[in-house]
Structure formats: C-alpha cells, structure tokens
C-alpha cells in the first residue's frame, strides 16, 4: 500500500504541475474514494501535505516577485479567522463522526463540482469584465470583496481541503482582472500557506492526520510536481483541463452517490 500512496503523490503532483489545479481538488477524492481513507483524515492529511508543498511555491514566486502582499495580507484578514471558527465547529460538532464525516464528504464533492466551473469558465468569466469595467470593484468595495472571499475560502478549505488553488485563482482574475497570470498564481499560493498550515494544526489538534500517509505522499508528488512543472509548456492545456474537468466531474458524482 506505501508504494500505491507514493505512485499516487506522483501522480498527482505531475497533474498540478502540468495543469496548476490545486492537489486537494485530486488527492482528497482519490484518498477517500480509492483507497477508503475516512473524509475527515483525508482532509487534514491533505492539509498538511498543502501546507508543505505551497510553501516551497511561494519561496520561488518570492524570489520572482510575483507575489502580491497587500492582497494576501487582505485575504488572510478574512480567511484565517474564518479557518479557526470552522475547525472549532468541527470539534464542537465531532469532526470524524460519521455523521461529520458524510457532511464533509458532500463538502468535498461541492468543492470539486466548483473547481470544474473554474477550470471551464475562468477564460469567458475574464473575457466578459475585461468586456464590462464598469463592473470591476474598486477601492474600499474591493478591500472588502477580497476579505469576504478569503472568509469563504477559508472555510471551504478547511472543511474539504479544497479551494485555495483553482477556485481561489479564478476568484482573485475576477477581483483584479489586471494582475498578471504569474501574479494571480504567485498570490494565490502565498496566502493559501498560512490557511493550509492553520486549518492543518486545526486538524492535528481534531487528530485527523495520518502522518505515515502525509511522508509517503510527499516521497511521490515533490519530484511529480518537478517533472511536471518541467513540461507544462509541451502538453496541450486544453486537452488537459478538459481531462481534468471530466475526471473530478465524475469524481463529485461519486462522491454525492
């Protein structure tokens, strides 16, 4: 079994290097549905394997200086509150109950279905502000959206582990539809580290990590990342992303069956 989790890191790090979708929108489902990993465990080992992985990504759009801080400390502001009140719902609750663990289940089902939204619509969602600048925020309205979308973010991710990487991008072109694609993608990784971490440590403390799991999962996805970092420029994106769109499509379906 430690040898499938390591090709299954793998794979999934190859997948996120060459599409950019966050690992959470793969590796939850794949824990819980291949491998019959309970929801609750797979989220929080999911967290913490986030949480290490993004923090070596933010290290190097740090040194490209592509971050953009003013909007990570904005995101944070509403993210990393909302990611403590939700892991203190989850204790107060019982989050690896079974009745939890079924509600946070069809969370990661949810999760899923909106990432494929994002995948197929960000293009024309983008296309019809930069049609529409009248409808693009500004100023204290803005500040505010982005801090009301990290609250939201921050729940989602630490209820299902997913949303910081597809769904938080897409939402960050339509906030700041002129931030440069490395921008986007250099910000959106950049908060989601202290989210990951924090909603890990929540899930520590709830015991909802498989430790032994998160090692082997590591052991596969850092060189499946590399690799496929490596050739993002030699695949065809579409062809990927709508792969990817019909995989976890299925996948949502699954999971709400």
Same mark, same amino acid.
């Given at each position: 079994?430690? &040898?499938?989790? %390591?090709?299954?890191?793998?794979?999934?790090?190859?997948?996120?290097? #060459?599409?950019?979708?966050?690992?959470?929108?793969?590796?939850?489902?794949?824990?819980?549905?291949?491998?019959?990993?309970?929801?609750? &465990?797979?989220?929080?080992?999911?967290?913490?394997? $986030?949480?290490?992985?993004?923090?070596?990504?933010?290290?190097?759009?740090?040194?490209?200086?592509?971050?953009?801080?003013? %909007?990570?400390?904005?995101?944070?502001?509403?993210?990393?509150?909302?990611?403590?009140?939700?892991?203190?719902?989850?204790?107060?609750?019982?989050?690896?109950?079974?009745?939890?663990?079924?509600?946070?289940?069809?969370?990661?089902?949810?999760?899923? @279905?909106?990432? %494929?939204?994002?995948?197929?619509?960000?293009?024309?969602?983008?296309?019809?502000?930069?049609?529409?600048?009248?409808?693009?925020?500004?100023?204290?309205?803005?500040?505010?959206?982005?801090?009301?979308?990290?609250?939201?973010?921050?729940?989602?991710?630490?209820?299902?582990?997913?949303?910081?990487?597809?769904?938080?991008?897409?939402?960050?072109?339509?906030?700041?539809?002129?931030?440069?694609?490395?921008?986007?993608?250099?910000?959106?990784?950049?908060?989601?580290?202290?989210?990951?971490?924090?909603?890990?440590?929540?899930?520590?403390?709830?015991?909802?990590?498989?430790?032994?799991? @998160?090692?082997?999962?590591?052991?596969?996805?850092?060189?499946?990342?590399?690799?496929?970092? @490596?050739?993002?420029?030699? %695949?065809?994106?579409?062809? #990927?992303?709508?792969?990817? $769109?019909?995989?976890?499509?299925?996948?949502?379906?699954?999971?709400?069956?």
């Amino acid at each position: 079994m430690t &040898v499938t989790y %390591v090709i299954s890191g793998f794979a999934v790090g190859l997948l996120v290097g #060459l599409t950019g979708v966050g690992g959470g929108s793969l590796m939850t489902p794949l824990l819980t549905l291949l491998f019959g990993v309970s929801p609750s &465990v797979a989220v929080g080992t999911d967290l913490a394997f $986030a949480s290490i992985t993004k923090s070596a990504g933010t290290l190097t759009h740090r040194l490209r200086n592509t971050v953009e801080w003013r %909007v990570v400390r904005l995101l944070c502001a509403g993210a990393l509150p909302a990611a403590l009140l939700a892991t203190l719902a989850l204790k107060e609750l019982g989050a690896i109950s079974k009745e939890i663990g079924q509600i946070i289940r069809y969370c990661i089902a949810i999760s899923v @279905l909106l990432t %494929v939204v994002a995948i197929l619509f960000r293009a024309r969602m983008l296309a019809w502000l930069n049609a529409h600048p009248e409808k693009q925020l500004q100023g204290r309205a803005l500040d505010a959206a982005t801090i009301i979308t990290g609250a939201v973010l921050g729940v989602l991710v630490t209820i299902s582990s997913i949303g910081a990487g597809a769904i938080g991008a897409t939402i960050l072109v339509m906030l700041y539809p002129r931030m440069s694609p490395a921008h986007i993608a250099g910000t959106d990784i950049a908060y989601a580290v202290p989210l990951t971490a924090i909603a890990a440590i929540g899930h520590w403390w709830l015991g909802s990590i498989n430790w032994e799991l @998160l090692g082997t999962l590591l052991v596969g996805s850092l060189p499946g990342i590399t690799i496929g970092s @490596l050739a993002a420029k030699a %695949v065809p994106e579409k062809l #990927l992303r709508g792969l990817l $769109a019909v995989t976890l499509t299925a996948v949502a379906a699954k999971l709400m069956l």
